[in-house]
């Protein structure tokens, strides 16, 4: 039972520090917004692969944030 407890204590730690890895990628997240908003403003038109470039910066700041988290860095 011990040995469950450690490792339930190493996950609660990891889950714990993932939303602050998250926020570190606040430029990112900021920047896929900004795009489909004014994609989706009056006349404008939101289409596939329109905000790719923005969203695929947030997606690796993302798993870079997991990353992170899963290897217990900082």
Aim: net charge positive.
């Amino acid at each position: 039972m011990s040995a469950n407890g450690a490792v339930w204590r190493r996950v609660r730690s990891r889950l714990r520090a993932f939303p602050e890895r998250l926020a570190a990628c606040g430029a990112e997240a900021a920047a896929y917004g900004r795009c489909v908003q004014a994609s989706t403003a009056p006349g404008g038109r939101l289409s596939k692969d329109l905000c790719a470039r923005e969203f695929e910066a947030l997606r690796s700041c993302f798993a870079a944030a997991a990353r992170k988290t899963l290897e217990g860095g900082c």
